[in-house]
């Protein structure tokens, strides 16, 4: 796909008039910039050539899944490297930026730090690589408590605040039938609530992390999944397992834990809960914790070409794209720009489908507590998790038990894909 720039011929009366500068003055040379883009961006993109008249991008529909090979690709045959990307895997950023495919641009220098002040506490975590910024995140998708509010009120049910709480809702509601969701893909998200080194980044040393599931921080949340799993108030699948589908379409699941975007687009149309009965809630912390610690699942980025001829300007779209108020209204899922994120979040207030006016309000409340220890990495600790937790689990052995062989597994990875493991 190709979107135009402005031109400099105009059509008029059915003839084809060039526009001529007057002498002396000076024209600003139109710049063309190649953009690889995922299909949900075009229209956002496609904003930022209609209000820019000295930039053209020529803009190209890409599989997201592809992109990091493509790019690998195209920087060894030394053609088709595009200016900018949108990345919806924030390891991505990781992956592009080794010896062997460094292609992201140092924005440390090009973006105003008053910009970078507008964005939510550790938005840009995944964009910080051994001290540089990489990146611009676009969105931001850290976990909240979702419940169904009627549901909850006729059971006589209190929203939990704390994971003990919680593990104790879930003895309480499975006695009548009820279950509280999965565990399986935020399961990491119950593994580093409580401050667990499992492949954080060492502050000051370049591609170090630390890797650590043996302490009581790792393994008291370890526990409390192996409790609420032999009682039955997890399952042992994940959120998209029919059988979780089933549960929730039934009536079955009164509360579960998510991120932002879980509403809009599991919530409503896979689960089908009814409108007017969705409510939203700040994420969990342990009793002895002063304030949550919560971990995100997704939020994609933007980034750009380091030997682009046009540095500044590509610098230019990457950040109009992450903090243009207009434009950022109208994305599809909570912008990780503070003013962006005010203007889009106007809807959710006066949309009838929530059960109360201020799921926009605990949503971005919670942005204050997202983990800093979410960032981009060059290997998936989600693998990990799914090929020794997961799998151990089905089997019936419990995560605590396997807390060693995955930070073996971890450990492997990390050093494999030349981090130092502390």
């Known amino acids: 796909m190709q979107i135009l720039g402005r031109s400099a011929l105009a059509i008029a009366g059915g ?21 690889w883009s995922d299909p949900v961006r075009l229209t956002m993109f496609d904003l930022y050539d209609k209000t820019h008249d000295n930039v053209k991008l020529n803009v190209t529909t890409i599989d997201p899944a592809g992109l990091v090979a493509k790019i690998q690709l195209g920087l060894q045959s030394k053609s088709e490297v595009p200016d900018v990307i949108f990345m919806n895997d924030i390891g991505y950023a990781a992956q592009l930026s080794t010896r062997r495919s460094n292609y992201l641009l140092d924005l440390t220098d090009k973006v105003p730090q008053a910009t970078l002040d507008e964005f939510y506490p550790n938005a840009n975590s995944p964009c910080y690589i051994n001290g540089k910024l990489l990146c611009m995140r676009n969105d931001i998708a850290h976990d909240v408590v979702w419940y169904d509010k009627p549901l909850m009120e006729s059971l006589g049910a209190k929203v939990p605040t704390t994971w003990e709480e919680y593990q104790a809702l879930g003895d309480e509601l499975v006695a009548k039938g009820y279950s509280l969701g999965s565990p399986m893909v935020p399961f990491e998200a119950f593994l580093v609530s409580d401050g667990c080194d499992m492949v954080m980044p060492v502050e000051g040393k ?46 079955k699941v009164p509360l579960m834990i998510g991120p ?34 919560t971990w995100s699942w997704g939020g994609g980025v933007y980034g750009g070409w380091k030997d682009s001829a046009h540095p500044a300007e590509v610098a230019d779209l990457i ?13 599809v899922t909570l912008p990780a720009h503070k003013p962006s994120a005010i203007a889009w979040g106007a809807r959710l207030k006066t949309d ?3 059960a109360s006016p201020d799921a926009f309000d605990v949503q ?59």
């Not at 997890?234 to 929730?248: E, H």
């Not at 794209?321 to 950022?328: F, I, P, Y």
């Not at 937790?389 to 030349?418: D, W, Y």
């Open 206 to 251: 370049d591609d170090t992390v630390k890797i650590d599931l043996t302490t009581e921080k790792c393994l008291k949340p370890a526990r409390m999944i192996d409790h609420m799993i032999a009682a039955g108030s997890l399952s042992k699948v994940g959120p998209f397992d029919p059988a979780v589908v089933d549960l929730v379409k039934t009536g």
């Open 352 to 354: 009838a489908y929530y």
């Open 260 to 293: 932002t975007w879980f509403g809009e687009y599991v919530i409503k149309p896979t689960y089908e809960m009814a409108p007017g009965k969705l409510a939203v809630a700040l994420p969990l912390k342990w009793a002895d914790q002063e304030q949550p610690l």
């Open 319 to 331: 950040t109009w794209m992450s903090s243009d108020v207009a434009n950022q209204t109208s994305a």
């Open 364 to 422: 971005v409340k919670a942005a204050e507590y997202s983990h800093p220890g979410y960032v981009s990495l060059r290997f998936s600790v989600e693998d990990a998790i799914v090929k020794i937790v997961s799998a151990n689990i089905a089997k019936g052995v419990t995560v605590e038990a396997s807390l060693p062989a995955l930070q073996t597994e971890l450990t492997n990875l990390a050093k494999l894909n030349g981090y130092t493991v502390e």
């Open 15 to 35: 003839l084809m008039l060039t526009l001529v500068p007057l002498a002396g003055t000076a024209v600003a040379q139109e710049v063309t910039l190649n953009v």
